[in-house]
């Protein structure tokens, strides 16, 4: 199986769509190859593939080579600045135009899930991440299947389960939880994801969708909680148009200053914008929630090593 | 292995092959199976060596024999809208409570919900009838009542627990769906409202081919506007054109949140491909209004409370009222008159 050479796999779950799987997925996969790890991204969202957007590879397509495809490379390892090797697969590639609709039914699903798990040549690498669609079906039972009957003992890390705070979306991801729990696939943590919106005009903090619900779910089920993520419509804008984050004069985090972060990159002085995917890991240095996933990275590092 | 990746079987196809009577197998579908229920079980290049082949080219070919019972079981059903979007989170089960709602400040009107979000199922914690099940009478399953005008039908009422998981594939989830059509005692109803889950799968192939022989008068879309939704939103509309749905109409959710405390507003999604707007004139469909994010939108529906008699005051109630009924205009209806 082209997993063998896999040390970690590390899946992205979910009950409930839109609580940022995808985009969490993305933020521990800049973290952790900024970390010095390299890492793949499997996205098996076939019906609404996301990564390559987050990528902003929309354009690449994967290439076959002698008894595999060839993931597509989102930046190469960059020893000298302690950077791993960040790879990526998905449906997304192998579709013909982007608005084009992928009607399948499940068995469909079911065999491409089993094509991506064995046919795709990651060689030798330190963690690969699973992206999911919400849900426990189709997809999650043949990934579930298929690595808890292939992989090493230890290999499949575990799970890392994204919600966001309201109690709509935890009622659905501790269906999710469950699921786990039923095919033995162990909980590395919950994150909690859009807690709180602060307001760049007056720095007020609302929380939009409630608070606190990620961490009480995780306490319940007796799993580690593994933080909590803002809402950074930075963040949002990086991936949307590659623009480096910028914040207000002040904007202290955890003891950084995030105002001086543009002058910190590349030295131009107002965001620049670039699509190359290339910078994508070096303008996420200057984004606020950057130093929340080091430490969610750190601790899933500590967890499953 | 080598790797292939075979031509995927054309959509139409897919699409057009009403459900029928599952065949019961004897071994797990093989890959690239063409799908036990489709025209070609039995007969395709796949199936040669499948211990499954000789039950699966004798399994009923044709019409489905229960699509009579379903339009005879909707058949007092006036108005019948899917709420949709490629993508999950985007606000398809808020969206559908709010509709009902306000359909149903109409004492004279009676409105319906079907949750066929099997695996996450939203709407009862959103209508506040989460600890509810259901009745079954020789007649039928009766629907879950909210208020007098207002019935909902979902998995949650049928769960033993309320957190339990709901491990099924596909053709468990179609099955479900189909007896949710055809038990279920809908009765005279002015509106039914399908909720779907996320996707273009089983759940939206099931649901379409299913109600196509009693009418569906349409879809409505549903999207926030940054381009990542957009992209998914996009593969539904795809899929609604080929299946022959009319879209009804797009409406883009948390468009903007006002700060409670400067009443600054913040794009926190923000449109940079031009939002719901651009993609509704890109893809020729009616545009139905921006929605904005509205914290209250969010607790009404935690607590099993209607934002829409709680709020009247509020931008997003104006805006969501607008949106209601440019859709009602789309489907001949009148609603919520102004005083």
């Known amino acids: 199986m082209s997993l063998a050479r896999i040390k970690h796999i590390v899946l992205v779950l979910s009950g409930k769509g839109g609580v940022g799987k995808s985009s969490i997925t993305t933020q521990l996969a800049l973290s952790l190859s900024l970390s010095g790890h390299s890492v793949g991204v499997l996205d098996v969202d076939l019906t609404g593939p996301s990564m390559p957007r987050m990528f902003n590879i929309e354009d690449a397509k994967v290439t076959q080579a002698p008894g595999g495809w060839l993931p597509v490379p989102v930046h190469v390892a960059n020893p000298e600045k302690g950077v791993g090797e960040l790879r990526c697969m998905s449906l997304g590639f192998l579709l013909r135009g982007r608005g084009d609709a992928v009607v399948w039914r499940g068995p469909k699903k079911t065999a491409m899930i089993r094509q991506f798990l064995s046919d795709v040549l990651w060689g030798e690498m330190d963690y690969l991440l699973i992206d999911t669609p919400p849900g426990t079906s189709d997809e999650h039972i043949s990934l579930a299947e298929t690595l808890l009957k292939e992989a090493k003992p230890g290999q499949l890390a575990g799970a890392v389960i994204v919600t966001t705070p309201q109690a709509v979306a935890t009622a659905d991801v501790k269906k999710e939880l469950n699921f786990c729990v039923k095919t033995r696939i162990p909980v590395i943590g919950v994150i909690e994801n859009m807690a709180g919106f602060v307001c760049p005009n007056c720095a007020e903090c609302t929380d939009i969708f409630g608070k606190g619900g990620g961490q009480v779910m995780a306490k319940d089920f007796d799993v580690p909680f593994l933080g909590r993520i803002p809402i950074d419509p930075q963040f949002v804008m990086l991936i949307e148009t590659g623009r480096r984050p910028e914040y207000p004069q002040g904007t202290v985090i955890n003891g950084e200053d995030f105002s001086k972060a543009l002058q910190k990159g590349s030295g131009s002085s107002t965001g620049e914008v670039t699509k190359e995917a290339s910078l994508l890991a070096e303008k996420y240095r200057g984004c606020s929630l950057e130093p929340i996933f080091r430490e969610i990275t750190q601790d899933i590092v500590t967890a499953v090593e | ?339």
Not at chain 2, 186 to 213: A, Q, R, Y
């Open chain 2, 1 to 339: 292995m080598s790797p292939s990746l075979e031509e995927p079987e054309p959509v139409q196809d897919v699409i057009d092959n009403p459900l029928k009577a599952r065949p019961q197998l004897v071994a797990p579908e093989p890959e690239h199976c063409p799908g036990p229920e489709s025209e070609k079980a039995g007969q395709a290049d796949s199936c040669a060596g499948c211990p499954n082949q000789a039950i699966c080219a004798s399994a009923p070919k044709g019409p489905d024999p229960d699509l009579p019972l379903i339009a005879a079981r909707l058949a007092g059903v006036q108005h019948k809208v899917l709420v949709l979007s490629g993508k999950g989170g985007v606000g398809k089960s808020t969206f559908t409570t709010l509709l009902a709602h306000a359909f149903a400040t109409d004492e004279s009107r009676t409105v319906g919900i079907m949750d066929t979000d099997i695996c996450g199922p939203s709407i009862p914690k959103m209508m506040g009838v989460e600890d509810e099940t259901i009745h079954i009478s020789n007649s039928g399953w009766s629907p879950v009542w909210v208020t007098d005008n207002l019935g909902v039908m979902s998995i949650q009422f049928m769960l033993p627990n309320r957190d339990d998981a709901v491990i099924w594939r596909g053709p468990k989830k179609n099955g479900l769906i189909k007896k949710f059509l055809k038990e279920v005692e809908w009765g005279d109803m002015d509106f039914l409202l399908v909720d779907t889950p996320p996707g273009t799968s089983d759940e939206h192939l099931s649901v379409n081919s299913l109600l196509k022989g009693s009418g569906i008068d349409g879809a409505i879309m549903v999207t926030t506007p940054q381009e990542v939704s957009l992209l998914d939103v996009r593969k539904e509309i795809d899929f609604c054109r080929k299946a022959g749905i009319k879209v009804l109409g797009l409406v883009e959710n948390m468009s903007g949140f006002v700060c409670p405390k400067c009443t600054h507003e913040s794009q926190i999604f923000r449109a940079t491909t031009g939002g719901g707007a651009a993609l509704a004139k890109e893809m020729g469909i009616p545009f139905l209004g921006e929605v904005p994010l509205d914290p209250r939108i969010g607790m009404a529906c935690d607590y099993g409370e209607s934002f829409f008699d709680h709020y009247p005051d509020s931008p997003a109630y104006k805006a969501l009222r607008r949106v209601v009924k440019g859709l009602a205009k789309q489907i001949g209806e009148e609603v919520l008159p102004d005083d």
